[in-house]
């Protein structure tokens, strides 16, 4: 049996958040510069959301440029820009054929005016589709949007419109970039390393971690299926012990 086949289609994460990473070392590795890595990283991109969509899965996030990722040389910020426009633009008919949402999260005013265009013009042209939703985390860090959060709400407190005492945890949400989008059951990290970087630190209070070795690149559907059957053999706790779990 293939490993889609093998999937569980009941238990289908509805929302799964990926940490692209080692485009860089894969473009090493076949002797490029590291923009080659990216370049390469767009064809994961593609079948990622393919294999997603074919699946069930009703979000995928992707954390396609953290806030620390301005830090990096000018020459490859602004390849990744380029790459940004030019993959939104070139991609946007295949997402509506596909009934592909595009959503971006992330201070998406510091990116630049080219870059916002062609992401708002592609947002506004998927917005009617129905299937799955794309979310690209741009010029985004969990630390600045908790921050952000926390101002809106000291804000309403201030103009009295909300009394200290009854902030929740639904209030909070409100004020994130995601408030409209489920938190994901899964975050897969690739290229080896452990590590959350500063992605969707809230939303991804009582997710699934799933790491793997292999680099952004080399990542196409087959390694998504894998990662789903993997989701599919835990057992999610939430706190509570196993025997909660099985009893009626
Ligand atoms: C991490 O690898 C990758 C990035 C910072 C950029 C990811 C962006 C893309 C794949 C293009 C996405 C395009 C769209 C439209 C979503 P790295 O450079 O940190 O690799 P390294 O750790 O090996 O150096």
Not at 29 to 55: F, K, L, T
Not at 86 to 94: G, W
Not at 100 to 117: D, K
């Amino acid at each position: 049996m293939s490993l889609v086949e093998q999937i569980n289609k009941q238990n289908v994460p509805q929302h799964i958040a990926i940490i692209m990473d080692g485009n860089g070392r894969w473009a090493k590795q076949q002797g490029e510069n590291r923009i080659y890595g990216h370049y390469e990283g767009v064809n994961s991109v593609r079948a990622v959301v393919e294999a997603a969509g074919e699946v069930g899965v009703k979000y995928i996030t992707l954390y396609a440029f953290s806030t620390e990722n301005w830090n990096r040389p000018k020459e490859e910020v602004d390849a990744l820009m380029e790459l940004l426009v030019s993959t939104i633009s070139a991609e946007t008919p295949q997402l509506n054929k596909k009934n592909v949402r595009l959503q971006a999260i992330g201070n998406l005013n510091s990116l630049p005016p080219a870059c916002l265009e062609e992401l708002n013009e592609s947002i506004e042209l998927t917005s009617k589709n129905t299937g799955l939703t794309l979310v690209l985390a741009l010029s985004y860090s969990a630390k600045w949007e908790l921050i952000d959060a926390v101002k809106q709400i000291a804000t309403q407190v201030k103009n009295g419109s909300l009394a200290i005492e009854d902030i929740s945890e639904k209030h909070f949400e409100q004020g994130l970039c995601t408030k409209n989008i489920p938190d994901p059951e899964l975050m897969i990290r690739t290229s080896g390393e452990h590590r959350i970087s500063n992605f969707l630190l809230w939303q991804l209070a009582y997710a699934e971690f799933y790491f793997t070795e292999k680099l952004w690149p080399d990542f196409r559907k087959d390694d998504l299926y894998e990662a789903i059957l993997n989701y599919q053999n835990r057992e999610r706790r939430f706190g509570k012990t196993s025997e909660q779990l099985t009893q009626p």
